[in-house]
């Protein structure tokens, strides 16, 4: 069985590279420390895969989110304070799913392009 993690990233919010990295990290860490260890461990195993896919907007990000939640996966949904971008307005900017059976996780997102 193979496992892995993705993350989603708004495409409309035209994040830099540094913020962009940022974000995913705080979703993957959080998603992580959200899921059963005995998951991780295998995830780890297997060099803990991840993908990063592209969401159209906000509306888009929370319609996986809800889907996710619904299939009964961990989810860890990310909103950035604004201190450095966004111009002091907190705003939501990337979803980590999983780590988790790669099949599950695809049911949910199989759709969605790479970043």
Known sequence: MEYKQVILVRKDLDMDK???????????????????SKLVGKWRLQGMKKSILKVSDKKELLIYFELAKKSGLKTSLIT????????????????????????????VTGS???Y
Do not use: N, Y
């Open 18 to 36: 540094g913020k962009m990295a940022s974000q995913c990290s705080h979703a993957s860490v959080d998603a992580v420390l959200k899921s059963d």
């Open 80 to 107: 950035d304070a604004g201190r450095t971008m966004f111009h002091g307005t907190s705003t939501t900017t990337c979803l980590a799913i999983g780590p988790d059976e790669e099949k599950k996780i695809d049911s």
């Open 112 to 114: 969605l392009k790479l």
